[in-house]
């Protein structure tokens, strides 16, 4: 609801397609939504073959050992090669897939994950988490809550091309 929201104001049209308990998402528009997982994985590493970690921890993410315990402003540590920040640490980051336990292999272009589940996918771990946590192939799942300290999102928009 948030993002269709924002992208009304904003002048887009709505991504998601609210029907009951259903949603549906359409790429093909242009308004903002949450990154799904194989999109957040591939702008945490900057790219196809990016590291687990951009940088080393302790420059890159706070997580449990250098938080002090609670969320940072975002920029307060180093960007990846992307120019992105907070990427890992800080707040766990929503995703648009539903939570699968086996994540599916190979080289994988716009997948949008499993149409339907219980549990949404969280990456990149939170201030409260121990390092082991925060990578970006580290996954994690929960139910939607309406507000945890420890959770954010990141939110994107489809490029579509006016000329075709």
Known sequence: I???KLSELA???PVYDLEGKD????????GYRMLTETEWEYC???GEGGKDRYDAIEESAWYNANSSGETHAVGEKHANDFGLYDMLGNVWEWCNDWYQRRYPE???VDYQGPKSGFERVLRGGSWNDISDCVRSSFRHRRTIRPRESTHGLRLARTHIDSNS
Not at 23 to 30: A, E, P, Q, V, W
């Open 106 to 108: 190979g080289n994988l």
């Open 23 to 30: 949603i549906n998402i359409n790429l093909s528009k242009n």
């Open 2 to 4: 948030f993002c269709n």
């Open 44 to 46: 945490c590493r900057a």
């Open 11 to 13: 002048g887009f049209d």
